[in-house]
């Protein structure tokens, strides 16, 4: 299970392992308040060089692993939610991609949106307030799943 937290991505490439994730007080799934270490998984990230060391957890009584991950990335996206959500601006609005991403990037991300779109409204072509829509509700305008709500600590 991914958890998205509140990370200082810049302090956390500075701390690596020693970095003092936020963990919840319960387990999500058991509500066991005992939720331990689980080591640490190696992700890269848009803007860093070398892969951040990202927080495991675990609940002993049910066995869920989570994976904490900074919440100014979306699961599964390298790129960060600005750089992302800029992109999808940027086609909405000027029907253009940003030349400093590659184009396929933009274009898969793109594609999940207008996923999102019909899923959740039935439009064909997502449209600003769509796209802002399907934010507030708490999914990832790119994604590609179906299963793509964001779980916050
Ligand atoms: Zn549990």
Known sequence: MVLHVAV????LSELGKKYPWPRPKRCLACKSPRVWGHGHVQRYFEGFVHP?????LRCPDCRTVYTLRPDLFYQGFQYSLMTILSSLLARIMDH??????????QQYWYKGLKLQAFRLRNVPAPDRDTMEEIIS???IPSSHSLNCAMLRL
């Open 8 to 11: 200082d991505v810049k302090r």
């Open 52 to 56: 951040l060391w990202i927080r495991r």
């Open 96 to 105: 253009c991609w940003l030349s400093y991403i590659p184009r396929q990037n």
């Open 137 to 139: 509700l708490g999914f």
